[in-house]
């Protein structure tokens, strides 16, 4: 079966189900922070990241081979499914200052972004594919910088609030 096929149900994950909780959570979702220095830099990284997680999988095939390598990965990908499911209810969810602190927001500030990690980190171990692997690291290494503009974004938008939420929940989990 071709790796492509595990991103059907993260796309639907990611799209409608986001937009059915929420109709401006999806316009949400995919506003970027401005970015200054080397943030621009790793955003470019992050988009190309981005893309090649994505055109990667029509290479890659997974072989229903029951190993260590198919039942980890297995789980590691419904783990992030499930995840991603749960964050973007969340997201879709926020106070009425705007910001998000329920559910999978009171332990990790981008539940979103550990899921994908997460879901993703699974396709490697079902494609085996080191490649793949290493574009994760490199997309999840520019996404930490892409965080950090969006903390700076939300501190300047949600002031001391949000300097209370950075206190008391962890950047990841």
């Known amino acids: 079966m071709l790796a492509v096929f595990l991103l059907i149900p993260f796309l639907l994950i990611r799209f409608p189900l986001l937009s059915h909780f929420s109709k401006n959570a999806l316009s949400r979702a995919a506003y970027f922070a401005p970015v200054q220095g080397n943030e621009k ?29 198919f039942y980890v990965g297995m789980a590691i990908y419904l783990l992030g499914l499930a995840l991603c499911a749960i964050s973007m209810r969340d997201f879709a969810r926020p106070d009425a200052s705007g910001m998000n602190t329920k559910g999978l927001y009171r332990y990790s500030r981008n539940p979103m972004y550990v899921a994908y990690f997460i879901c993703f980190l699974g396709i490697a171990f079902l494609t085996k594919s080191m490649i793949f692997f290493l574009i994760l690291v490199m997309f999840q290494t520019a996404a930490h910088w892409i965080i950090l503009s969006e903390e700076r974004w939300c501190f300047e938008k949600f002031g001391k609030s949000y300097q209370d939420y950075q206190d008391k929940v962890r950047r990841y989990f």
Request: no cysteine; proline share 3%; hydrophobic share 70%.
């Open 41 to 69: 830099i790793a955003y470019v990284i992050y988009q190309l990241g981005n893309l090649a997680l994505f055109i990667i999988p029509f290479l890659l095939k997974i072989k229903f081979v029951f190993s260590v390598f």
